[in-house]
């Protein structure tokens, strides 16, 4: 079952009778839901995610809640939803603008942490105001998720620092059944270390094979950050310590590398001779 209601100026009445309709569908196996950029606050998602607790033989679940006021209440409401669905192997999260913070991150967290079968997880959660606690949070989430395979995390515009980043990767590099990652940190208050760190934890991913990592801009409160080809390269090289690793993407921007550093990059990753591809996008 597939409803796109987003920008429909959905009143608590229009999401109460859509909680009321869906309640009926406990044999679902499939929905996705786009609500996005309706204003929905922390009380109207609660009847939303407590109609959701009868489709519990959902194996396939997308949930675009983007640009609403959801808030800690309302992902705590979310979350305990979310923990209902043992049978739910792909699970697609789109939670960008809503005020989540670290509280709601935890919140989150306590329920997603139930999905044991989950192997294949997207959850954005952009501009969120996560600082350390949460990316702490969802780091141990996702160790704890030992079937997962695939994952897209995307964080930007939060405020994580370079701690929250190694809560995060220390967390990640638990999951060792991953071979698809896509992480994206852009504007987040993290230095040259912080980035280094990634790649130290990330290389105990062992089973990784596809790696994206989404870097533009890694500091916005500080000033740009710019990463320049000696902090590339070291991150470059400890990533290669993935056995399995063949495909490498790093989206950045024209201040973190230019053209001609760029493929001397390419180029020193080439010779480990591990790579099948090595991608090196500019984001602007």
Same mark, same amino acid.
């Given at each position: 079952?597939?409803?796109?209601?987003?920008?429909?100026?959905?009143?608590?009445?229009?999401? #109460?009778?859509?909680?009321?309709?869906?309640?009926?569908?406990?044999?679902?196996?499939?929905?996705?839901?786009?609500?996005?950029?309706?204003?929905?606050?922390?009380?109207?998602?609660?009847?939303?995610?407590?109609?959701?607790?009868?489709?519990?033989?959902? @194996?396939?679940?997308?949930?675009?809640?983007?640009?609403?006021?959801?808030?800690?209440?309302?992902?705590?409401?979310?979350?305990?939803?979310?923990?209902?669905?043992?049978?739910?192997?792909?699970?697609?999260?789109?939670?960008?603008?809503?005020?989540?913070?670290?509280? +709601?991150?935890?919140?989150? *967290?306590?329920?997603?942490?139930?999905?044991?079968?989950?192997?294949?997880?997207?959850?954005?959660?952009?501009?969120?105001?996560?600082?350390?606690?949460?990316?702490?949070?969802?780091?141990? @989430?996702?160790?704890?998720?030992?079937?997962?395979?695939?994952?897209?995390? #995307?964080?930007?515009?939060?405020?994580?620092?370079?701690?929250?980043?190694?809560?995060?990767?220390?967390?990640?590099?638990?999951?060792?059944?991953?071979?698809?990652?896509?992480?994206?940190?852009?504007?987040?208050?993290?230095?040259?270390?912080?980035?280094?760190?990634?790649?130290?934890?990330?290389?105990? *991913?062992?089973?990784?094979?596809?790696?994206?990592?989404?870097?533009?801009?890694?500091?916005?409160?500080?000033?740009?950050?710019?990463?320049?080809?000696?902090?590339?390269?070291?991150?470059?090289?400890?990533?290669?310590?993935?056995?399995?690793?063949?495909?490498?993407?790093?989206?950045?921007?024209?201040?973190?590398?230019?053209?001609?550093?760029?493929?001397?990059?390419?180029?020193?990753?080439?010779?480990?001779?591990?790579?099948?591809? @090595?991608?090196?996008?500019?984001? +602007?």
């Amino acid at each position: 079952m597939t409803l796109d209601l987003r920008f429909n100026k959905l009143r608590p009445q229009d999401i #109460s009778d859509l909680a009321a309709s869906l309640s009926s569908c406990i044999n679902l196996l499939t929905l996705a839901l786009d609500l996005g950029y309706n204003k929905i606050g922390e009380q109207n998602l609660t009847g939303l995610d407590s109609a959701l607790f009868n489709s519990i033989n959902l @194996t396939n679940l997308t949930l675009d809640l983007r640009g609403n006021k959801i808030g800690e209440e309302g992902a705590l409401s979310l979350g305990f939803a979310l923990g209902q669905y043992s049978n739910l192997q792909t699970l697609t999260l789109c939670l960008q603008l809503n005020q989540i913070g670290n509280e +709601g991150t935890t919140n989150l *967290c306590f329920g997603l942490v139930s999905c044991s079968n989950l192997s294949d997880l997207t959850i954005n959660l952009d501009q969120n105001e996560i600082r350390l606690s949460g990316a702490t949070d969802l780091g141990t @989430t996702f160790a704890n998720l030992t079937k997962l395979q695939k994952l897209k995390l #995307s964080l930007s515009q939060n405020q994580i620092g370079d701690r929250g980043i190694k809560s995060l990767c220390t967390g990640l590099a638990n999951c060792k059944n991953l071979l698809d990652l896509t992480l994206g940190i852009q504007q987040n208050l993290v230095s040259h270390q912080g980035v280094l760190d990634l790649g130290l934890h990330l290389a105990d *991913c062992i089973q990784l094979q596809n790696l994206t990592l989404q870097l533009k801009e890694v500091q916005h409160i500080e000033g740009p950050s710019v990463l320049g080809i000696n902090c590339l390269y070291n991150l470059g090289s400890s990533l290669m310590k993935c056995e399995h690793l063949h495909i490498l993407t790093l989206s950045l921007s024209y201040r973190d590398i230019n053209k001609v550093s760029k493929q001397k990059l390419v180029t020193k990753l080439y010779k480990t001779k591990r790579l099948l591809r @090595t991608i090196i996008n500019y984001q +602007g």
